[in-house]
Structure formats: C-alpha cells, structure tokens
C-alpha cells in the first residue's frame, strides 16, 4: 500500500509538471518516510523554478547520514550535474536510479532492495547558478528527509485515502489536461481561419 502511494505520489509530481497553462506548474510534494525492507524506495525531491526564461545552470547531490552516529559520517551518494548522474563509492554504489523530471524541478531519486542501514537522514541539495544579461546568481536549497525501514508496510487507513486521494487528483488533472488541448486546438483552428480569410 505504502509502495503503491509514493508510486501515484511521483506520478502525479510528473503530470502536474507536464501540464502548462500560462506558466509552469510545479508543486513540492514532501517524499515518504517509510520504506519496507528488501524493496525499491523513492526519495521524492521537489525544488520548483519560478523562472523558466532564464538561464540557469542545476547541480543536484544527495547526501546519507545514520541515526544514532557518534561520529558525524555523511555519505556523498549521488551527483547529477550536465545531465549526468554519478554514483559515489559506499553502500549505495550501484543501488541508485535517477529518477529527475527533464525540467530538473523534480530531482527525486530511487534505492533499490532498502536493508535496515538505509534508515537514516538524507538530504537533497539543489545549487542553481541564474544567468542573467550581466551577472550570475547562486542558489542552494537543501531538502531533509528522515527515513525508517520496516519489515512490512504498514495498513494504516492515512495511507489508503492518500492512495484513493491520489487516483482521483489524476483523473481530475488528465481531464483538464485534455481540456487545455482541445482549447489550444481550436484557438489554433480559429486562428487559421482568420487567416486564411484575411489572405482572400
């Protein structure tokens, strides 16, 4: 149930980012904390730009922290950087999918088969470099997320009406997503027609 939510969770992520009207639209939905032992888990990383037309530069890490460390050790797992992710040494090394939206709005990644050292504190950070006429601007936004695997996933009935919560934002959004085309359409439609009427 648990793994089924992050799955529509992300999905929704990416069908509200394909959908435009005026502007982009982007919505920083908080990644899941739970993760079952033995199976794939998605960090969800959402960090929106509210500034399409200008150019920007986007260098995403992802950092791993245990609980309960007497010594601070942090784990560099990933760096995604000119449209290339990179894997770091360590106990993550080949269990990590890239899972960004094009755009880099969605900077999400997946673990694959969690084990009980996984749980711990991860951290997003996103730097973003705006290039503007005469300058360039930086910017560094970190995300925290505190992870905890279980044996099993959890039937708790909050889960359920997020699933159901879910289907139908997707419904509601595919449908207004059609709506948009067809309005698109015919304005295009529209504009032919006058057009082609002013041409005679």
Request: hydrophobic share 40%.
């Amino acid at each position: 149930m648990v793994t089924q939510t992050r799955v529509h969770l992300h999905t929704l992520v990416l069908l509200i980012s394909a959908v435009h009207l005026s502007q982009p639209v982007c919505v920083d939905i908080p990644s899941a904390t739970e993760a079952v032992l033995g199976k794939p888990m998605m960090l969800t990383c959402i960090s929106c730009m509210r500034r399409e037309e200008v150019k920007v530069k986007t260098r995403v890490d992802w950092y791993y922290k245990p609980k309960n460390e007497e010594n601070i050790t942090v784990t560099h797992m990933l760096r995604y950087e000119n449209g290339t992710p990179m894997e770091f040494d360590g106990p993550f090394k080949d269990r990590l999918t890239w899972n960004g939206s094009q755009d880099l709005q969605d900077v999400s990644i997946q673990i694959l088969n969690i084990t009980y050292n996984d749980s711990g504190f991860y951290e997003c950070s996103v730097h973003r470099e705006f290039e503007f006429n005469s300058f360039t601007h930086s910017v560094t936004i970190d995300k925290n997320i505190t992870l905890k695997v279980k044996e099993k996933a959890s039937d708790d009935p909050a889960a359920l009406y997020s699933e159901i919560t879910m289907y139908v934002l997707l419904v509601f959004l595919t449908f207004w997503l059609l709506i948009e085309m067809v309005y698109c359409y015919r304005k295009i439609s529209k504009s032919d027609e006058q057009a082609q009427d002013t041409a005679y």
